[in-house]
């Protein structure tokens, strides 16, 4: 297959998208003009292929074929292609049934590559390099650079994006001595995306993912404001029902159902997601050494995927 950023010349049966008749009917073509593309080929077959091609980008899909190899070594098809879309935002290989029970469950979202990601990996590694004699402005370049790069190799996604930018804004604020704020982070990811690629606001992802940081940002201190002693429960209780509040009405335009138990239930699984993301970035990097450590890494995976 040719290498990543190299140019072709493809020769196929060109196929444009439909567009929608009825109302409430999936907008296909609307669909794909988000994501750039404006029709697909089928039985398409190279003609040419460009000698030069991206260094970066090509570095990254191979670390990615890496960490996809070791899952499927060391865990099951169906725990594999799970970890392929939580860690690596591969949804190709989700089996339909496992796709359907995270929707119906309300827990889909996991599977968005986005701040829960970018936070607890890019926070991680910034710990990480603050305890060596690096600089604080050196330790901030280095994690927001992996970040940036962890986020292209995943497809930086709409609610990628936002993480990055907000999470090199919180590293950025520190550095100069400021204030984070949510809301300014927030919206000056929208403003950065939105001027590369203005239709992303007619997205459901984008749509979501902002939403539900709105939400956060706004309604979760009000709700600390009528807590006493907050603690640990209900504020997880306020920052579920604050995102419930700004997406469940975008939820019901979209996919025109919402799991009444989900809130709930993303009490439980948020925790055990940072378990799992931990325990899945190790398992690929542990299988650079040696793959018996790997499935010990495995292991924890298989049981939180399982429960």
Not at 188 to 208: G, K, W
């Amino acid at each position: 297959e040719p290498k990543m950023g190299s140019t072709v010349v493809v020769e196929g049966a060109v196929s444009f998208f439909d567009e929608t008749r009825n109302p409430g009917e999936f907008d296909i073509k609307k669909y794909y003009q988000i994501l750039g593309v404006d029709f697909r080929i089928y039985k398409a077959q190279i003609c040419a292929l460009s000698s030069n091609y991206s260094i970066y980008h090509e570095t990254l899909y191979q670390i990615r074929c890496h960490f996809e190899y070791i899952f499927d070594i060391v865990l099951s098809p169906k725990d594999a292609s799970i970890m392929k879309a939580m860690v690596l935002g591969n949804k190709t290989e989700l089996d339909a049934a496992s796709k359907q029970l995270f929707q119906r469950s309300g827990i889909a979202h996991i599977f968005a590559i986005s701040g829960l990601h970018i936070t607890l990996l890019g926070m991680g590694l910034f710990k990480i390099l603050r305890k060596t004699w690096l600089p604080q402005m050196f330790c901030t370049v280095i994690s927001i650079s992996v970040m940036i790069a962890y986020g292209d190799m995943a497809g930086m996604s709409s609610s990628a994006h936002r993480a990055v930018v907000m999470f090199g804004m919180q590293l950025a604020a520190r550095n100069f001595k400021r204030t984070y704020d949510m809301l300014t982070a927030l919206a000056a990811a929208a403003l950065i995306l939105m001027f590369t690629n203005p239709l992303s606001v007619r997205q459901s992802a984008f749509l979501l993912s902002f939403g539900a940081v709105l939400g956060i940002a706004l309604l979760q201190p009000v709700c600390q404001l009528y807590l006493s002693k907050p603690k640990k429960l209900l504020q997880s209780l306020s920052i579920s029902f604050s995102v419930l509040f700004l997406t469940f009405p975008l939820l019901l335009c979209f996919f025109y159902e919402y799991p009444l138990y989900s809130t709930i239930l993303n009490l439980l699984v948020i925790p055990m997601m940072s378990i799992l993301m931990v325990c899945g970035i190790l398992c690929g990097l542990s299988g650079l050494f040696n793959l018996w450590i790997a499935r010990i890494f495995a292991f924890p995976c298989h049981l939180i995927l399982a429960l």
